[in-house]
């Protein structure tokens, strides 16, 4: 049986890795693309920003005196649900003497939230 | 049967060329690659930028007040909605080009149980990369004479829905 050829293994092997490497690399490439397209639109479909705005606007409706006026609330959900598709709802408990309970609730048809507020008098 | 020579210059080889491969790397990790879906960054950051200006507008200056959102719309004042609301929109650290614009629609639930829709202030749109904010108004007293072209708004309590359309030029 001859002898095997020793030379040459060094750069065989270096080949095996770099090519190995830019496989890896190709594959992070790939990846990046989906990532980048779910983490933004993640954030872009969670509705933080409409969520804030109408507990802020409800708590200036019981600051004002306004909470219980059937036509806030007629204005609010109905535009709410033409406008912007979402489902406002608010009701106002006074229970006295321990505090006031406002509960909130929004459904955008992806996120449901629900809130309870109690005002301590 | 090792020969050593020529070790200086093995080891030089060998350096040089992890030198090249990480340069290479490097190179090449620093640059971002976009691709098509990227462009939800963008519309995220302008969305944001939108939502905390009309946030800002919508906040009263003092206690008991009204806010400059429900000043302007009150009394129908596109100018002042105009300059605060561009101004803020438009905050660089140093001076730049005003380059944000917008269409500034009011929805409202008016007397005969319909929603209707009017433009409060607009600029010509055409067809940009635009996204679309909203900010709730209570208008406390409303009066509804500020708005002769609306004449089936309702007088006093009353909220309305702002929506504004954002882009850049």
Redesign the interface.
């Known amino acids: 049986m001859a002898p095997m050829n020793e030379q040459g293994q060094w750069i065989v092997m270096l080949g095996f890795i770099i090519s190995i490497i830019l496989v890896f690399?190709a594959l992070i490439?790939n990846q990046?693309?989906?990532v980048?397209?779910t983490t933004?639109?993640g954030?872009?479909e969670f509705p933080k920003?409409?969520i804030?705005?109408?507990r802020?606007?409800i708590m200036?409706?019981y600051w004002?005196g306004?909470i219980d006026?059937v036509?806030?609330m007629?204005?609010?959900r109905?535009?709410?649900m033409?406008?912007?598709g979402a489902i406002i709802n608010y009701t106002y408990d006074p229970i006295s003497p321990f505090g006031d309970f406002i509960s909130i609730h929004y459904h955008d048809g992806t996120t449901d939230y629900y809130e309870t507020i109690e005002i301590e008098k | 049967m090792v020969s050593d020579s020529g070790q200086i210059y093995t080891i030089e080889g060998v350096a040089a060329a992890i030198l090249m491969i990480v340069t290479a790397y490097l190179v090449v990790s620093s640059t971002t690659i976009i691709t098509q879906q990227d462009v939800h960054i963008i519309d995220m950051q302008l969305e944001q930028l939108g939502n905390d200006a009309l946030a800002m507008m919508d906040t009263p200056d003092s206690f008991g007040n009204n806010s400059t959102l429900a000043s302007a719309i009150q009394v129908n004042d596109t100018t002042v909605f105009q300059d605060t609301f561009l101004d803020y929109v438009n905050a660089y650290t140093v001076t730049g080009p005003e380059t944000m614009r917008y269409n500034a629609t009011i929805s409202y639930r008016s007397s005969t149980e319909d929603i209707q829709t009017f433009i409060f202030n607009a600029s010509p749109y055409y067809r940009e990369n635009a996204v679309k904010v909203s900010r709730w108004v209570y208008l406390p007293y409303f009066n509804n004479t500020y708005y002769p072209e609306q004449s089936d708004m309702r007088s006093g309590n009353q909220t309305v829905l702002l929506e504004v359309l954002l882009w850049r030029q």
């Open positions: 690399l490439v990046s693309a989906l980048g397209k933004a639109e954030v872009l920003a409409q804030q705005d109408i802020e606007e200036e409706y004002n306004a006026d036509n806030l007629s204005d609010t109905n535009i709410s033409e406008k912007k």
